[in-house]
């Protein structure tokens, strides 16, 4: 038998890290916690850890060490997200694949690592990605009616916690948004695509077909 080598996520960060990881481990991945660039060096030497993804936490007082020794000290960089401190600052921001600005919401940071590990794996993964950034604003996406309605279809291919996230960042790339859905738009994701491209790597492709079969039957 095989075995399946699972994506490793280290957190480096105070008070939130507990959410983060939480979420990650419930959902495969093999999380490490460190609460600054001391603890992580001595996660990486100890474990000789080479993570698939790191996300930093830039309220740390000494976030630019961590920032460091994650792009210096480890052989291959993992795909590395930014949370912005307080005061809005990322220190070494071209150097980040993604950013997410407080308060995160944990569900589309995980939507967000997953997409780009799958960007990776596929080698479209650009390095310092200020082009993909997503910010985590809200814990739930607020749209109108029809927004929920395939919201609640998508949920049949995808995990619950990303249905929202993937169809709001769906959305904000047609150039519009949740509370402002309407058929057309729908309508225009469906028939160049994008809303299938943007679901393919979070669930299974059979289950997604059958979804965005069914918003074909509620548009029609």
Known sequence: MTSVELPTLIIVAG??????????????????????????????EVSDLTPS??????????ADQALNILIHAIEHKPVLIGIASSDGLLIGENLLDSAFMRPVDPARLFARVVQLLAERKKGRLR??????????IVAVVKGNRLFHIIERELTTAVPRVNAGAILEKALRDLGTDPRSLKERDLEHMLATGSLARALEDFGDPNAIVSALDRIKEILS
């Open 15 to 44: 008070a939130s890290a507990s959410a983060i990881e939480a979420l990650f481990g419930k959902r495969g991945f093999v999380t490490y916690v460190a609460g600054g660039a001391e603890a992580l060096a001595r996660i990486i």
């Open 127 to 136: 390095s310092g990605g200020r082009h993909k950034r997503l910010t985590g």
């Open 53 to 62: 993804a790191a996300v930093l936490d830039f309220e740390l007082p000494d």
